[in-house]
């Protein structure tokens, strides 16, 4: 009978760590070949948006009768489409502009406000039929927006309990009211939703503490998570800025097509005409109506990106 004996590792030799899933996921998604991956994929998303954007310099006769490769071959830029763009109608450019900056703050900072109490109150504070609530908040995403617009409308129009109609020629705001309620409508599930999720994340050692300490709903939700929660905040609000900015059905629906409360949306849309004869516009108004986007992500990226990646890590 032989005995084998256990080799044991020499003194002072390092002892690799086992490789975790995460680990090689990372070395194989920063790997040569994933590299080269991601610039062609990045080359080919990016492509498209070059070409519009070339063609929004580019003549009436040239846009019609050849690709924006031409170009190459044969440069012809202008900035005519811009012209017609910002200048070819009846109403002011500006005047939409500041339609869509006045709808699309109210419709950021309500929903962002409701639902940032409203998350507090499902994570942080034990009531009855809480769970039950939440679920049927988060159930409502699941309803397509189109199926609601007609009975809001008409609750507009005629509300209960003889209060004022928020729509019409006599209605309150200018007619804004209907809108801004509408965006609030269909973020809150969706909103409510991520940043309890969010909030659940936060150590419950953490609230406990505050409490010995004295301080109550108010204090801890003002003074503790607000600040915690302004990553997630950014996200949602860079979301839902862009989700307003680039609607145009709730503006026709509740805005009722009156230029003087229609946002820049309806502007494009109206840009190709009526059997679309100058859709050669297009590429130029939506470059107009892309520098505020661009510029509100850009100034918010570190927030979104630190949004995106809240409560993916723990420790």
């Known amino acids: 009978m032989t005995t084998t004996t256990p080799t044991i590792p020499a003194a002072g030799t390092p002892t690799r760590p086992p490789r975790t899933a995460s680990s090689a996921a990372r070395e194989s998604l920063s790997g040569r070949w994933a590299s080269a991956a991601a610039i062609v994929i990045a080359i080919l998303w990016?492509?498209?948006?070059?070409?519009?954007?070339?063609?929004?310099f580019r003549p009436e006769a040239e846009v019609k009768t050849n690709?924006?490769?031409n170009v190459i071959t044969d440069p012809q830029f202008t900035l005519d489409s811009y012209r017609q763009v910002i200048s070819g109608a009846d109403v002011d450019l500006a005047t939409y502009l500041i339609n869509s900056v006045v709808i699309t703050i109210p419709s950021v900072l309500i929903p962002i406000s409701l639902a940032v109490m409203s998350a507090y109150a499902f994570a942080w504070i034990p009531f009855r039929g809480r769970d039950t609530l939440f679920v049927a908040v988060f159930a409502l995403q699941i309803v397509p927006i189109q199926v609601t617009m007609i009975p809001l409308l008409r609750l507009y129009v005629d509300p209960p309990f003889n209060l004022m109609p928020l729509a019409g020629n006599d209605a309150p705001g200018g007619g804004f009211y209907t809108v801004w309620l509408s965006h609030t409508i269909f973020a809150l599930p969706l909103a409510i939703f991520l940043l309890h999720n969010f909030m659940r994340e936060i150590p419950g050692e953490l609230i406990e503490s505050a409490r010995v300490d004295g301080a109550g709903h108010v204090q801890?939700?003002?003074?503790?998570?607000?600040p915690l929660m302004t990553p997630a905040i950014a996200a949602f609000g860079i979301f839902q800025f862009l989700w307003v900015w680039n609607d145009l059905l709730v503006a026709l629906?509740?805005?009722?097509?009156?230029?003087?409360?229609?946002p820049l949306t309806v502007r494009l849309a109206a840009l190709a005409g009526q059997r679309g004869e100058d859709w050669h516009l297009l590429s130029a108004g939506a470059f107009v109506s892309?520098?505020?986007p661009l510029v509100v992500f850009l100034s918010l990226q570190r927030y979104f990106v630190r949004g995106l990646l809240a409560g993916s890590v723990k420790g």
């Open 67 to 69: 690709g924006w490769w």
């Open 290 to 292: 892309l520098v505020v």
């Open 46 to 56: 990016t492509l498209p948006t070059f070409g519009l954007f070339v063609s929004s």
């Open 253 to 262: 629906v509740f805005a009722g097509g009156n230029p003087s409360v229609s």
């Open 220 to 226: 801890i939700f003002s003074r503790i998570m607000l």
